[in-house]
């Protein structure tokens, strides 16, 4: 029934920009917090960034803090990842999540509902 489909991948070099994009199914911004995590090739998911509930503060890993930036359009149902200053460690395919517990939380483990993913590729 909960649907997330992310979007804005591709190929881009180092130094560039993209913004990633998740739509959902239904307008329950103000009950989950959205969570992006990402998945090199060979390596474990981790963790990106967060929305809290409500649209309001954001989290993000120490990686990507300053380059990295979420924000929510409630009007669309769409959260975005605004990913500047790439990396070629940036590379991985990237997924968003939804999480219905009280508090944010930055393991894969808390969220209940997950995009399929897309993939973004940085070269040097």
């Known amino acids: 029934q909960v649907q997330l489909v992310e979007s804005g991948g591709g190929l881009v070099q180092a130094g560039g920009s993209l913004r990633l994009s998740c739509a959902a199914s239904?307008?329950?911004?103000?009950?989950?917090?959205m969570g992006w995590f990402r998945q090199a090739s060979g390596k474990e998911r981790e963790f990106v960034g967060l929305?809290?509930?409500?649209?309001?503060?954001?989290i993000y890993a120490d990686s990507v803090k300053g380059r990295f930036t979420i924000s929510g359009d409630n009007v669309k149902n769409t959260v975005y990842l605004q990913m500047n200053s790439l990396k070629p460690e940036d590379t991985a395919v990237y997924y968003c999540?939804?999480?219905?517990?009280?508090?944010?939380?930055?393991?894969?483990?808390?969220?209940?509902?997950w995009g399929q993913g897309t993939q973004v590729t940085v070269s040097s």
């Open positions: 999540a939804a999480d219905a517990g009280l508090a944010p939380r930055t393991t894969t483990l808390s969220y209940d509902y």
């Open positions: 239904g307008r329950f911004f103000s009950t989950y917090t």
């Open positions: 929305m809290r509930k409500g649209g309001g503060a954001t």
